[in-house]
């Protein structure tokens, strides 16, 4: 089975620097997304990592271990926009060959002026 | 216009109706995908499809199923509609080989 572990809640202040942590335990992982998600809007795609180290994406950067079943998401120079949820997905692939996308719960990010 | 499309936007119905959400896409991507978004539980599969007459379940399909008309259309259905089924629906595609999930604006039901 899959299982994905995100904190519930974060809060930072514009400007600084927050880290949102993703832990998941896969079988035939197959790559690992983030996603934004505004209240009541839909996800938008942030990053993906399948190979193990760091992707820089402008203010954002993911980094993948996959021995340890771990990810983060980094985001710098916090901005009152970026307050959202952040969805840790992870791709797995099931019976048939076929992939199959999982989400975590989600880390509502608030950022304090 | 919105490349994935679901209607309705919001649609309060009575226990034991059925009631059909729709999802139309022009991405041209092959894969499509039905999540239900609940506060504290995250996004999770109902049902997905990888091409016409390709259906498989989720994590949580009691109580639904989907029809995947044409390549850009997939619907879901709730047969016979309960108060637990209230929550936010979203549709998403992708491209086989592709990384990234394209999401619908999401369909807001509230079952009375």
């Known amino acids: 089975g899959q299982n994905i572990d995100q904190p519930t809640e974060m809060t930072a202040t514009e400007g600084a620097i927050v880290q949102i942590n993703c832990t998941y335990q896969?079988?035939?992982?197959?790559?690992l997304f983030w996603y934004q998600q505004h209240a009541g809007e839909a996800p938008t795609f942030l990053s993906y990592?399948?190979?193990?180290g760091l992707e820089e994406k402008g203010r954002f950067s993911s980094f993948l271990s996959r021995s340890k079943g771990y990810s983060y998401l980094l985001l710098k120079e916090l901005q009152m926009k970026d307050s959202a949820s952040y969805l840790c997905?992870?791709?797995?692939?099931?019976?048939?060959?076929?992939?199959?996308?999982?989400f975590g719960a989600g880390t509502r990010l608030a950022v304090h002026p | 216009d919105a490349d994935v499309t679901q209607t309705p936007r919001n649609r309060i119905t009575k226990t034991g109706k059925r009631i059909m959400l729709e999802c139309s896409q022009t991405k041209g991507h092959d894969r499509m995908y039905w999540y239900r978004q609940d506060p504290g539980l995250g996004l999770r599969l109902i049902y997905y499809s990888f091409d016409v007459k390709d259906i498989n379940k989720g994590e949580i399909s009691d109580g639904y199923s989907v029809s995947r008309q044409a390549q850009a259309k997939f619907s879901l259905s709730l047969e016979s509609a309960i108060p637990n089924q209230t929550a936010l629906y979203f549709c998403?595609?992708?491209?086989?080989?592709?990384?990234?999930?394209?999401f619908g604006q999401g369909t807001r039901l509230t079952v009375v």
């Open positions: 896969t079988s035939g992982f197959n790559g």
């Open positions: 997905a992870v791709r797995g692939r099931v019976s048939g060959g076929y992939n199959k996308l999982i």
């Open positions: 990592n399948v190979l193990d």
């Open positions: 998403a595609t992708t491209r086989t080989g592709s990384t990234e999930a394209f």
